[in-house]
């Protein structure tokens, strides 16, 4: 169970004993995203920075993936690695702060999903925990959703056939294996010409047959934008 049922009295206790150390400072902003307590993390994402408790790598491979994230775009993170510094890139740089940056492991928490859910703009009936909570967002936000590289490949597989690469992270988009388009010309794509383009970008002239002729999804980048 993350976070475990001690674990904030426990990281209290431990900053209170030894507020120098920096290894501390990560899991302080974790646990005020955990509570929604935007004033802690902006606290804590400054001490970060100011004692340069970040490798500069993850802070640059950090500023990499917001770049790689359509605007007002939700993106799941892994854990500590990768969730502090895009964290701090947003809060201390003002990079990228229209991105919903969601740390898989707090799904786990009813409150922290409640919110999340809330943040996203997402309608209906908060969903349970794990994949199935981005699944939910797909259906019940208009904001894209992406997945970070760092990812359990458990993540990965719940969408299979849906995940279009945009740099340092993925997109989920459409099911090929289910979805029926249509070129221009009238002719239906290939699989093969669909799979081609999902990985090099050059089949812009999708359309959605339901769209009855209107384009509906162009694909550029391997990524999918409406």
């Not at 690695?81 to 229209?98: G, K, S, W, Y």
């Not at 979805?179 to 959605?208: C, E, H, S, W």
């Amino acid at each position: 169970e993350f976070p475990s049922p001690t674990a904030t009295a426990d990281l209290d206790a431990a900053y209170a004993m030894a507020p120098e150390r920096s290894e501390l400072l990560a899991p302080m902003l974790t646990q005020a995203m955990r509570e929604g307590d935007a004033k802690a993390q902006a606290k804590w994402s400054a001490e970060l920075e100011r004692r340069n408790a970040i490798a500069p790598p993850l802070l640059t491979a950090a500023s990499d993936v917001l770049l790689c994230i359509g605007p007002n775009g939700i993106l799941f993170t892994n854990g500590d690695m990768d969730t502090q510094p895009a964290v701090v890139r947003q809060l201390e740089h003002n990079q990228r702060p229209d991105v919903l940056v969601v740390d898989r492991r707090l799904v786990a928490d009813a409150g922290y999903r409640a919110r999340t859910w809330a943040q996203a703009g997402a309608e209906g009936t908060v969903p349970g925990a794990g994949p199935a909570f981005a699944q939910a967002l797909l259906k019940a936000t208009q904001r894209p959703v992406y997945l970070a590289l760092s990812l359990d490949p458990n993540w990965f597989a719940a969408f299979k056939g849906r995940l279009h690469a945009t740099g340092s992270a993925f997109r989920i988009g459409y099911d090929f294996s289910t979805a029926n388009f249509v070129d221009y010309d009238g002719t239906t794509p290939t699989r093969a010409a669909i799979t081609m383009a999902t990985g090099q970008g050059i089949f812009g002239n999708a359309l959605n047959r339901s769209g009855n002729g209107l384009p509906r999804q162009t694909i550029l980048g391997g990524d999918m934008f409406g």
